[in-house]
């Protein structure tokens, strides 16, 4: 999984998840349209300003103010008047997609050589009943993992079993190095325990922060409705006052509030119970042969699985369904989305991973979007071939950059485009590496928990407070590279869409030669240890293409290659 930084209150503190939600407002039928783009604001104060518009994504900066792609003005200025000529298909490897969500069904892949629920394997690929994509991570009972362990423990928990009471002056040499990589594996392990039991002393001293900052601001305002301005505007005469303010302003500015609190705390929770427990291990359930890193046909076609928020949110980013008068519109249109579960509450698996893309491949994919990654990768060579064999096959390949505020130059997140174990290796070269952007167009324009590379990280999109579709036909803010990489998909099957006569690489170019670079942009830099003491840099430095995706620059390159 992906794991997201969430800064609460303390420099020092962060909290881990995959994608940080925002609760959005329940009228779903409010979108912004590309005829509102037309009134441009004189100024738009982002100082003060708590939320973006919902759909600021696809706004473009000239006409209000927001970094987003311009896909909105592209659909009105650009392609108002054709037609798309290609129905493109995009892989969304994922935890799976409520694929009844009304702004889903429609936009949902169909394998039209299977026969639904006939109990055969009709088109004779594997995979029986896949009529809207597999599930690598479910039994043929039908069950599902939810929950898994994250890759450190289950690596710390294989090496433990070996190491933990041998003899190191009977090991041989290769045996010696092993065991010095166990040291090193049973050192981060305990690091991140360390950790999660101070995430979870902050998160209760935080909200005893809270409790005591609300009750002085009620007693000194007289109300318990005062107002973000109100905490802002207040001029404290007092230590005490000023401790309220500064705790309250933080907690409103975040949308920091109770049921984030419990959501944080059960998170730990499952942490502890599940991700970081070596005796669990919840395999068992899709019954392969684990070992067998070739087996390629296990699973089953429950494409939804027990938790799709994750994916669900993922497809509507880059296709739910456009202009019928519900929720929100996707980025593409005249696309579908397959589904491939894959991605459970922890870390996805290597074996997992590779079938994942090659399945993608091998019943039509055009794009393959990954809003996963992990730290470890110990069957890296599994998932390299099978990046190998989707850039052999012409498939564009796009993945979330990963959201510990690193330099993933220095520490990769996988799967990469590089095969084997360092940067100089051969590479892929239909593959996106995509990082996350802020709505706020100052110092905080890149995300604060997002990965950056000059050399690893392609590109930036929006990933913050991006709005899209939630299971049970709900909509909500959410935020993380995982939010990115759907931008960049949704952007690439536009394209696709309308110039079907380019190859992926010519799609791959067309979107990283035609970014917004903002080259005298500063930004902070995200740092996974202490935000005060980021450094600052230009935006530019931070990524292979030195700047933002934009998709209507990417179609006016288009029309002009045509």
């Keep these: 999984m992906i794991k997201r930084l969430l800064i609460l209150l303390t420099a020092s503190l962060f909290l881990y998840s995959c994608s940080t939600t925002k609760q959005a407002s329940q009228d779903s ?4 349209t590309a005829e509102q783009q037309t009134q441009v604001p004189d100024s738009v104060d982002f100082a003060t300003m708590l939320e973006p518009p919902q759909g600021w994504h696809q706004l473009d900066e000239e006409r209000t103010r927001f970094r987003g792609i311009s896909s909105d003005w592209a659909y009105q200025n650009l392609l108002n008047k054709k037609s798309p000529k290609k129905e493109v298909v995009v892989a969304v490897i994922d935890g799976g997609v409520d694929i009844q969500h009304e702004d889903l069904k429609n936009v949902i892949w169909v394998n039209k050589d299977e026969i639904p629920n006939n109990q055969k394997d009709d088109d004779q690929n594997g995979y029986v009943d896949d009529v809207h ?3 690598f991570i479910g039994g043929p009972d039908g069950q599902n993992v939810n929950h898994d362990t994250f890759e450190l423990t289950r690596i710390y928990r294989d090496l433990h079993q070996k190491f933990a009471d041998t003899d190191t002056s009977s090991l041989s040499q290769k045996e010696q190095q092993k065991y010095a990589y166990y040291q090193q594996i049973k050192s981060d392990y305990g690091k991140e325990i360390r950790e999660l039991q101070q995430q979870y002393n902050n998160i209760e001293s935080l909200e005893n ?9 009620m007693e000194h305002f007289g109300t318990s409705s005062y107002s973000y301005e109100d905490v802002k505007n207040l001029q404290p005469d007092n230590q005490e006052l000023m401790f309220a303010q500064n705790v309250m302003g933080y907690v409103m500015e975040n949308d920091i509030d109770s049921t984030l609190i419990a959501d944080q705390k059960k998170q730990i929770y ?14 068992t359930i899709v019954g392969d042969n684990y070992e067998d890193k070739t087996e390629r046909h296990y699973g089953n076609n429950d494409v939804e699985g027990p938790d799709p928020s ?11 369904q456009r202009n019928n008068g519900i929720g929100m519109n996707g980025i593409a249109t005249n696309t579908k989305i397959m589904v491939v579960r894959t991605v459970p509450n922890g870390d996805e698996r290597d074996k997992d991973v590779a079938n994942a893309i090659r399945y993608a491949v091998d019943n039509g994919a055009d794009v393959i979007n990954m809003s996963f990654g992990k730290g470890y990768s110990p069957y890296k060579e599994e998932v390299d071939r099978a990046v190998q064999y989707a850039d052999e096959h012409g498939v564009l390949m796009i993945h979330a950059a990963g959201n510990e505020a690193q330099n993933t130059d220095q520490k990769p997140s996988y799967p990469t485009d590089t095969y084997g174990s360092v940067l100089s290796d051969s590479s892929a070269t239909l593959w996106l590496s995509v990082g996350a952007s802020n709505w ?5 324009f890149i995300a604060n928990f997002s990965n950056y590379g000059d050399q690893t990280v392609d590109l930036f999109a929006p990933g913050v407070d991006i709005y899209s579709t939630m299971p049970d036909n709900q909509y909500k803010f959410q935020e993380g590279t995982s939010m990115a990489a759907p931008v960049v998909s949704g952007s690439a099957a536009l394209i696709m869409a309308y110039y079907p006569q380019f190859t992926a690489q010519q799609i791959r170019e067309l979107l990283i030669n035609n970014v917004i670079r903002y080259p005298n942009q500063e930004v902070i830099v995200p740092n996974e240890g202490n935000p005060t003491e980021s450094e600052r840099k230009l935006f530019p430095q931070l990524s292979v293409s030195d700047g933002e995706i934009n998709v209507y620059k990417a179609l006016q390159a288009a029309e002009k290659m045509q």
């Design 29 to 32: 039928n409010q979108q912004e």
């Design 133 to 135: 994509g597999w599930n």
């Design 209 to 217: 922060s809270m409790k005591e900052a609300n009750q002085i601001l």
């Design 270 to 283: 499952e942490f502890a119970k599940y991700g970081y427990n070596p005796d669990f291990n919840p395999r």
């Design 310 to 320: 994750h994916g669900t949110h993922v497809a509507g980013i880059i296709a739910a």
């Design 440 to 444: 706020k167009p100052n110092e905080q």
